[in-house]
T-cell receptor, first 110, second 113 residues
Framework: GEDVEQSLFLSVREGDSSVINCTYT??????LYWYKQEPGAGLQLLTY?????DMKQDQRLTVLLNKKDKHLSLRIADTQTGDSAIYFC??????????FGKGTSLLVTP | DSGVTQTPKHLITATGQRVTLRCSPR?????VYWYQQSLDQGLQFLIQ???????AKGNILERFSAQQFPDLHSELNLSSLELGDSALYFC????????????FGEGSWLTVV
């Protein structure tokens, strides 16, 4: 199947910006998503971007999409300890299922 | 709260047994997805239903089956359980009206002993 790749771990200091990167291989992806999973919890939809966009901003979150390079990033401004979680990148082709990366564990230190 | 409800939250059962996991999608969402999350395999897509019909199949074992009922709730049946089936099973529903956003439930933790 098509692949979604993410780095496994990121550590940042509180107040800094975090950038989580993701690459995907399916050129027919129409929607790209970021989900957050806290320990013992479900998957929380953070944001998504349609493939004809290159940027989306939502409060502290900025998503950048480089469709040519099939590269997606999630920037979290002013990262807080409560942002510590696993972040999943996922892609989807229209109405079909999400294909997830393995997740990036974000650790925010005081 | 995503609006997707899953029961039970936790389940412990023995090898060889059969369990049923239940999912109620968000109001008005016609698509339901089932995913399995395990440490070694990550998030694996199992199966999708749309308005009662099977839409797509992923890595679902033959021992597993699912269905979506006329009221749009869905059930995932897992039979002849093995230790390796221990995982977190997620249900999700899709809002086709609003950018194809997909919302996940809190999951059902299955432990097979």
């Amino acid at each position: 199947g098509e692949d979604v790749e993410q780095s496994l771990f990121l550590s940042v200091r509180e107040g800094d910006s975090s950038v989580i990167n993701c690459t995907y291989t399916d050129s027919s992806s129409t929607y790209l998503y970021w989900y957050k999973q806290e320990p013992g919890a479900g998957l929380q939809l953070l944001t998504y971007i349609f493939s004809n966009m290159d940027m989306k901003q939502d409060q502290r979150l900025t998503v950048l999409l480089n469709k040519k390079d099939k590269h997606l990033s999630l920037r979290i401004a002013d990262t807080q300890t409560g942002d510590s979680a696993i972040y999943f990148c996922a892609e989807s082709n229209s109405g079909y299922a999400l294909n997830f990366g393995k997740g990036t564990s974000l650790l925010v230190t005081p | 709260d995503s609006g997707v409800t899953q029961t039970p939250k936790h389940l412990i059962t023995a090898t060889g047994q059969r369990v049923t996991l239940r999912c109620s999608p968000r109001s008005g969402d016609l698509s339901v997805y089932w995913y399995q999350q395990s440490l070694d395999q990550g998030l694996q897509f199992l199966i999708q239903y749309y308005n009662g019909e099977e839409r797509a199949k992923g890595n679902i074992l033959e021992r597993f089956s699912a269905q979506q009922f006329p009221d749009l709730h869905s059930e995932l049946n897992l039979s002849s359980l093995e230790l390796g089936d221990s995982a977190l099973y997620f249900c999700a529903s899709r809002d086709h009206r609003a950018g194809n956003t997909i919302y996940f439930g809190e999951g059902s933790w299955l432990t097979v002993v």
